[in-house]
T-cell receptor, first 113, second 114 residues
Framework: GDSVTQMEGPVTLSEEAFLTINCTYT??????LFWYVQYPGEGLQLLLK?????DKGSNKGFEATYRKETTSFHLEKGSVQVSDSAVYFC????????????FGEGTQLTVNP | DGGITQSPKYLFRKEGQNVTLSCEQN?????MYWYRQDPGQGLRLIYY???????QKGDIAEGYSVSREKKESFPLTVTSAQKNPTAFYLC?????????????FGPGTRLTVL
């Protein structure tokens, strides 16, 4: 079945550090890929998305590139801020599964001033 | 403003009691979902509904029930058969007319069973 694997957390960085959160997936066909962010005590918000190989999703300084050859969708940001502290979820939607999403375990990010 | 509301934000119940969590959306979305989130785990799908008066079990439906009598509403009942109901519950919705089928999430309800 479909699955999403994220790097183990928690991740702790200093402000202005470079961020990478790894995400790899297993799915048949050509899934769409998503990163969601969850701030403390809140629901999830879509951060960025990519629907085909080599697409790059970007938003608020975050980027992720859909790599079909390595089945990966790693999240990156060049300079993190304290306000980026949150839990980040990688997810996929298979073409044939309607709008159902499969989520990774989530990665807790803490950015210290 | 359009969005998804969940109420209440915090809910406490005694063991053995059924409890219903509310989820309402005014986005005119066709599909709605219920997820459960436990510490250190991803979201797990409980139930989903693609259209009114129809719903399907997700990956962890045992001990839960839902109804979809109106397009805007998708309440979740946590029954006494659910062995470990304490968790954070998230409702989401999506429009089939969106090419990306982006899911929009409510703020969640934290259920604690005492």
């Amino acid at each position: 079945g479909d699955s999403v694997t994220q790097m183990e957390g928690p991740v702790t960085l200093s402000e202005e550090a470079f961020l990478t959160i790894n995400c790899t997936y297993t799915a048949t066909g050509y899934p769409s890929l998503f990163w969601y962010v969850q701030y403390p005590g809140e629901g999830l918000q879509l951060l960025l998305k990519a629907t085909k190989a080599d697409d790059k999703g970007s938003n608020k300084g975050f980027e992720a590139t859909y790599r079909k050859e390595t089945t990966s969708f790693h999240l990156e940001k060049g300079s993190v801020q304290v306000s980026d502290s949150a839990v980040y979820f990688c997810a996929l939607r298979r073409e044939t599964s309607g709008s159902r999403l499969t989520f990774g375990e989530g990665t807790q990010l803490t950015v210290n001033p | 403003d359009g969005g998804i509301t969940q109420s209440p934000k915090y809910l406490f119940r005694k063991e053995g009691q059924n409890v219903t969590l509310s989820c309402e959306q005014n986005l005119n979305h066709d599909a709605m979902y219920w997820y459960r989130q436990d510490p250190g785990q991803g979201l797990r799908l409980i139930y989903y509904s693609q259209i009114v008066n129809d719903f399907q079990k997700g990956d962890i439906a045992e001990g839960y029930s839902v109804s979809r009598e109106k397009k805007e509403s998708f309440p979740l009942t946590v029954t006494s058969a659910q062995k470990n109901p304490t968790a954070f519950y998230l409702c989401a919705s999506t429009s089939d007319r969106s090419s990306y089928n982006e899911q929009f999430f409510g703020p969640g309800t934290r259920l604690t069973v005492l």
